[in-house]
T-cell receptor
Framework: QKEVEQDPGPLSVPEGAIVSLNCTYS??????FMWYRQYSRKGPELLMY????GNKEDGRFTAQVDKSSKYISLFIRDSQPSDSATYLC??????????FGGGTRLMVKP | GAGVSQTPSNKVTEKGKYVELRCDPI?????LYWYRQSLGQGPEFLIY????????DSGLPNDRFFAVRPEGSVSTLKIQRTERGDSAVYLC???????????FGPGTRLLVL
């Protein structure tokens, strides 16, 4: 079993929908949680960064961390076709090496 | 400002050859990371530098892989006697010393024939 599990999708939604992306993890030592967006043939782009539990909002994006359930989420409001990409969750225990999920491919249809 | 840059963007080589992949981190970032990403997978950690020294090289798959960062800025990942299984995208990331956020470069796509 992988340390970080993520549904690979693809997830297809209509433009304007609310998108929910999730990861579960097994290592309770993880303290830093990140979401990256990766377009085809590009490097990962940092979207959200959260330390420990709680919510964080940035524009149309909201990240949630529930350490008791070992579960993190990314919500995208008013999704746009330009949001179509692969979304990677990542986490670390000491702010150093990241452990990634396998990525969820999202397609937002006009 | 300038982000993380990686060269070459693509590299095709033959089985058994030696390759070098270069990473230029964001100016002032002291931490530098190498990851490897196979098709349809998330990146996997290879090695982490804090300054000039390798703080953690536990992700290097075997002794054919080696990385250096002699002046604490640019890093080179070196792969000897390449194998077809080494084909992947090699990603570099850098981070300010006291933060957990990592900023990635565009990657080098390595194909071993």
């Amino acid at each position: 079993q992988k340390e970080v599990e993520q549904d690979p999708g693809p997830l297809s939604v209509p433009e304007g929908a609310i998108v929910s992306l999730n990861c579960t993890y097994s290592n309770s030592a993880f303290q830093y949680f990140m979401w990256y967006r990766q377009y085809s043939r590009k490097g990962p782009e940092l979207l959200m960064y959260t330390y420990s539990s709680g919510n964080k909002e940035d524009g149309r994006f909201t990240a949630q961390v529930d350490k008791s359930s070992k579960y993190i989420s990314l919500f995208i409001r008013d999704s746009q076709p330009s949001d179509s990409a692969t979304y990677l969750c990542a986490m670390s225990w000491a702010g150093n090496m990241l452990t990634f999920g396998g990525g969820t491919r999202l397609m937002v249809k006009p | 400002g300038a982000g993380v840059s990686q060269t070459p963007s693509n590299k095709v080589t033959e089985k058994g050859k030696y390759v070098e992949l270069r990473c230029d981190p964001i100016s002032g970032h002291t931490a530098l990371y190498w990851y490897r990403q196979s098709l349809g997978q998330g990146p996997e950690f290879l090695i982490y530098f804090q300054g000039t020294g390798a703080a953690d090289d536990s992700g290097l798959p075997n002794d054919r892989f080696f990385a250096v960062r002699p002046e604490g800025s640019v890093s080179t990942l070196k792969i000897q006697r390449t194998e077809r299984g080494d084909s992947a995208v090699y990603l570099c990331a850098s981070s300010p010393q006291d933060e957990g956020t990592q900023y990635f470069g565009p990657g080098t796509r390595l194909l071993v024939l």
